[in-house]
């Protein structure tokens, strides 16, 4: 069965600390692997976008990995600020065009 | 500001009624797909539409879920006789399938209340 896992369900950090969000997925035939951000009450915001070939890539402060061996990936925040705080949620599709979505982690940075 | 939008922007209702949503998506994108979130979870997937053609439907869409993209452009979803369970976010996102890696934009989603 295709499924996507998040792993912390919910973080809370100090404002100006690093993070690392997890996220395991056994969806195949895999073709792609996003990260959103998605702010209380609106929809998502594309972050990143990593094909199979793909070991980093870099937004700003956010920083996503993929291994696609262990079928992980991670996403990493530096310099953490209030704003960043927002569900984040793993997506992986695979080479039919379905998209799988994982529950998200939620992340507070407080003061 | 994305470029997706959505209306209307909530919606109450009372059980046993008809509820339409529309989308208008970013205007080049050719893909467009709604999505259903409930609170404290990812969104599940609904259906897509390639051009005005609905290519995929979740088993989650049921006979009372109907969705239209009749010029390629806009689209609608319409629920009928809604249920207390249907109550959540509907989300509607687009993109322009040039690569295997289209980047879907959401909009701010339509969150339905039923009584």
């Known amino acids: 069965k295709n499924q996507v896992e998040q792993s912390p369900q919910s973080l809370i950090i100090l404002e100006g600390k690093n993070c690392t969000l997890q996220c395991n997925y056994t969806v195949s035939p895999f073709s792609n692997l996003r990260w959103y951000k998605q702010d209380t009450g609106r929809g998502p915001v594309s972050l990143t976008i990593m094909t199979f070939s793909e070991n980093t890539k870099s937004n700003g402060r956010y920083t996503a990995t993929l291994d696609a061996d262990t079928k992980q990936s991670s996403l990493h925040i530096t310099a953490s600020q209030l704003s960043d705080s927002a569900s984040y949620i793993c997506?992986?599709?695979?080479?039919?065009?379905?998209?799988?979505f994982g529950t998200g982690t939620s992340l507070t940075v407080i003061p | 500001d994305t470029g997706v939008s959505q209306d209307p922007r909530h919606k109450i209702t009372k059980r046993g009624q008809n509820v339409t949503f529309r989308c208008d998506p970013i205007?080049?994108?050719?893909?467009l797909y709604w999505y259903r979130q409930t609170l404290g979870q990812g969104p599940e997937f609904l259906t897509y539409f390639q051009n005005e053609a609905q290519l995929e439907k979740s088993r989650l869409l049921s006979d009372r879920f109907s969705a239209e993209r009749p010029k390629g452009s806009f689209s609608t979803l319409e629920i009928q006789r809604t249920e207390q369970g249907d109550s959540a976010m509907y989300l509607c996102?687009?993109?322009?399938?040039?690569?295997?890696?289209?980047?879907?934009?959401f909009g701010p989603g339509t969150r339905l209340t039923v009584l």
């Open positions: 205007s080049e994108h050719n893909r």
């Open positions: 996102a687009s993109s322009l399938t040039r690569q295997i890696t289209d980047t879907q934009y």
């Open positions: 997506v992986v599709s695979d080479t039919g065009n379905q998209f799988y």
